[in-house]
């Protein structure tokens, strides 16, 4: 049976390499505001192994984290589990923290070119021209509001 739960910002990172940045040592997966008081980490785990992982945290486009505009990183899932919803739980999971804080406001993330579709199915608008991100490949942003 899969469990959604939260997790340290440092149960992320071992995830995050694999699947999302295997050619950089693991120190360079933890994020800037990995660790922020306001900071989510969701796990999902499957007979109490981690596999799939998604982080939000307040962060605007502009690096600002004064306003309530959050930004999902670092959403991941191992390769042999992926295809079987895992994903979609984690992001569910990940806007229905940033609802229950009863604000209105953003949610954005640089999803993979290929992620579009996915993050499309959760109410995600594209926003802007695709980019690369060096090292990592091409990447469009995605957003849509908070409905509170």
């Not at 109490?48 to 962060?59: A, K, M, T, V, W």
């Not at 390769?79 to 953003?106: D, F, M, S, W």
Request: glycine letters at 12%; aromatic letters at 10%; a negative charge.
């Amino acid at each position: 049976m899969l469990q959604i739960r939260s997790i340290s910002a440092e149960e992320t990172y071992p995830l995050r390499q694999r699947v999302l940045r295997p050619h950089q040592a693991l120190e360079a997966c933890a994020y800037p505001h990995d660790t922020d008081e306001t900071s989510f980490h969701a796990g999902c785990f499957f007979e109490d192994q981690l596999i799939g992982i998604g982080s939000i945290f307040r962060e605007a486009q502009d690096g600002t984290t004064n306003r309530n505009i959050w930004r999902i990183r670092g959403m991941a899932v191992a390769p042999e589990q992926q295809g079987k919803g895992i994903g979609g739980r984690i992001l569910t999971a990940l806007i229905a923290y940033v609802t229950a804080q009863g604000q209105p406001g953003e949610i954005w993330c640089n999803g993979r070119i290929t992620a579009k579709g996915f993050y499309e199915r959760y109410g995600f608008q594209q926003l802007g021209e695709v980019f690369e991100l060096p090292g990592i490949g091409p990447h469009v942003v995605m957003h849509r509001p908070i409905e509170v």
